[in-house]
């Protein structure tokens, strides 16, 4: 915290303070399939939804970091609602960089504090026209929208294509939520309390100067105008929506260490010559080395929301080249929380199949994001592998 400001300290702190209530909510989450609205009553009244979002329309206005430290001290408590918190929180940044001072104030209006984002960038199905004035989505069809039955306003990607069906570009979109028809399909594994709904789109018009393109935003080129002497709204789009995903499972990783050691001095050992596990040298060695992967994988996503907040503060957007590593980053750093949380789940020993383990929640919930394609290893490691030897990368939204 050296290097941090009495706010966002502060910030932070206010994210550890909730930790145990969301610990004793799990069970509620999970059952409900969205947050508890205690929940999402603390997380505006405590400011930890607007930290990206601007001081002129309510926000705090901080920088990636305090973001991201709050996001992964959330997971620890609950992987739903740090999961909520960074995708929620992260559309506020894309929002204030992507579109217009009309758009702002039309979204937050004269009620900024009940505005949530919740939104998707890429759809399952979406068959949309230009009109005069605007766009017309006739049908359209996104799952996993994040934070779906809390949110007041989306944030959506729509193709557009040519005579031939070519796609020629991605227009973001944003648009009131009661726009939208929210479908019952989250029965799922893991991150259930996320809420992480599919949603539809029949015959919505969306006009101009609600739709930007997805290809100039990545490059850098906002419209908001406005906001462009505010370093924090030169952030990297794409890596910074990126990292949002990959934070909760640091989170979540912390807090299966934590459990394995909080409930260590209990545990009895059998058939390893000690009579207690927490004197057992094998039990040393693996959460030693889970420590150590929890450790790397930290440092991996702080270099990545330090870098982001650099570039931002330098007035230059970041190159293509750093945005790449970035990318890398994250899942080699995704790739250090998998190895660490297989290393604990080992240690724990068989207890935790047992419904109610708190080892359980943890288990399920981190697949569940692992497996997001957009935090892979393997493609992110490649594309940074292919820009070191001067090709580009297959993934050209970079």
């Given at each position: 915290?050296?290097?941090?400001?009495?706010?966002?300290?502060?910030?932070?702190?206010k994210a550890k303070a909730m930790?145990?209530?969301?610990?004793?909510?799990?069970?509620?989450?999970?059952?409900?399939?969205?947050?508890?609205?205690?929940?999402?009553?603390?997380?505006?009244?405590?400011?930890?939804?607007?930290?990206?979002?601007?001081?002129?329309?309510?926000?705090?206005?901080?920088?990636?970091?305090?973001?991201?430290?709050?996001?992964?001290?959330?997971?620890?408590?609950?992987?739903?609602?740090?999961?909520?918190?960074?995708?929620?929180?992260?559309?506020?940044?894309?929002?204030?960089?992507?579109?217009?001072?009309?758009?702002?104030?039309?979204?937050?209006?004269?009620?900024?504090?009940?505005?949530?984002?919740?939104?998707?960038?890429?759809?399952?199905?979406?068959?949309?026209?230009?009109?005069?004035?605007?766009?017309?989505?006739?049908?359209?069809?996104?799952?996993?929208?994040?934070g779906s039955r809390h949110a007041?306003?989306?944030?959506?990607?729509?193709?557009?294509?040519?005579?031939?069906?070519?796609?020629?570009?991605?227009?973001?979109?944003?648009?009131?939520?009661?726009?939208?028809?929210?479908?019952?399909?989250?029965?799922?594994?893991?991150?259930?309390?996320?809420?992480?709904?599919?949603?539809?789109?029949?015959?919505?018009?969306?006009?101009?100067?609600?739709?930007?393109?997805?290809?100039?935003?990545?490059?850098?080129?906002?419209?908001?105008?406005?906001?462009?002497?505010?370093?924090?709204?030169?952030?990297?789009?794409?890596?910074?929506?990126?990292?949002?995903?990959?934070?909760?499972?640091?989170?979540?990783?912390?807090?299966?260490?934590?459990?394995?050691?909080?409930?260590?001095?209990?545990?009895?050992?059998?058939?390893?010559?000690?009579?207690?596990?927490?004197?057992?040298?094998?039990?040393?060695?693996?959460?030693?080395?889970?420590?150590?992967?929890?450790?790397?994988?930290?440092?991996?996503?702080?270099?990545?929301?330090?870098?982001?907040?650099?570039?931002?503060?330098?007035?230059?957007?970041?190159?293509?080249?750093?945005?790449?590593?970035?990318?890398?980053?994250?899942?080699?750093?995704?790739?250090?929380?998998?190895?660490?949380?297989?290393?604990?789940?080992?240690?724990?020993?068989?207890?935790?199949?047992?419904?109610?383990?708190?080892?359980?929640?943890?288990?399920?919930?981190?697949?569940?994001?692992?497996?997001?394609?957009?935090?892979?290893?393997?493609?992110?490691?490649?594309?940074?592998?292919?820009?070191?030897?001067?090709?580009?990368?297959?993934?050209?939204?970079?």
């Open positions: 915290m050296a290097n941090m400001t009495q706010v966002e300290v502060s910030f932070l702190e930790v145990p209530k969301l610990k004793e909510r799990g069970k509620e989450t999970e059952e409900l399939g969205k947050l508890p609205q205690e929940t999402i009553d603390e997380l505006k009244e405590s400011g930890l939804f607007t930290l990206l979002r601007p001081k002129r329309y309510g926000g705090h206005q901080t920088n990636i970091q305090t973001y991201a430290d709050c996001v992964v001290e959330l997971s620890k408590g609950c992987a739903s609602t740090g999961w909520i918190m960074a995708l929620c929180g992260i559309r506020e940044l894309m929002v204030a960089e992507s579109f217009s001072e009309k758009a702002h104030e039309e979204i937050f209006g004269d009620n900024p504090e009940n505005v949530l984002f919740a939104g998707v960038y890429e759809p399952r199905q979406c068959k949309a026209q230009k009109i005069e004035g605007g766009y017309m989505v006739e049908e359209g069809f996104w799952m996993f929208c994040s007041t306003w989306g944030y959506f990607g729509m193709p557009i294509t040519n005579e031939k069906g070519e796609l020629v570009d991605q227009v973001l979109m944003t648009l009131p939520f009661d726009q939208m028809e929210i479908q019952d399909d989250w029965y799922v594994m893991g991150l259930k309390g996320s809420g992480s709904n599919s949603v539809k789109m029949h015959n919505v018009f969306i006009p101009d100067h609600r739709a930007v393109s997805f290809t100039e935003a990545l490059s850098g080129n906002f419209e908001s105008d406005h906001l462009r002497d505010i370093p924090l709204y030169n952030t990297a789009l794409f890596p910074a929506l990126i990292l949002s995903l990959g934070l909760p499972a640091l989170g979540l990783a912390k807090a299966a260490h934590e459990s394995v050691i909080e409930f260590l001095p209990k545990r009895k050992a059998a058939h390893i010559g000690v009579e207690y596990l927490r004197d057992a040298p094998s039990m040393h060695l693996q959460l030693s080395d889970a420590a150590m992967k929890i450790d790397s994988a930290e440092m991996h996503f702080k270099r990545v929301a330090e870098d982001l907040d650099k570039w931002a503060a330098s007035g230059k957007y970041m190159d293509r080249h750093a945005r790449v590593r970035t990318l890398a980053d994250i899942g080699h750093a995704n790739e250090l929380c998998r190895e660490a949380f297989d290393i604990v789940m080992l240690s724990s020993g068989s207890g935790y199949v047992y419904e109610g383990h708190p080892l359980q929640r943890l288990f399920r919930d981190f697949w569940t994001l692992h497996s997001h394609r957009s935090l892979s290893p393997s493609i992110n490691k490649e594309n940074y592998g292919r820009v070191l030897v001067g090709l580009e990368s297959n993934a050209l939204r970079y």
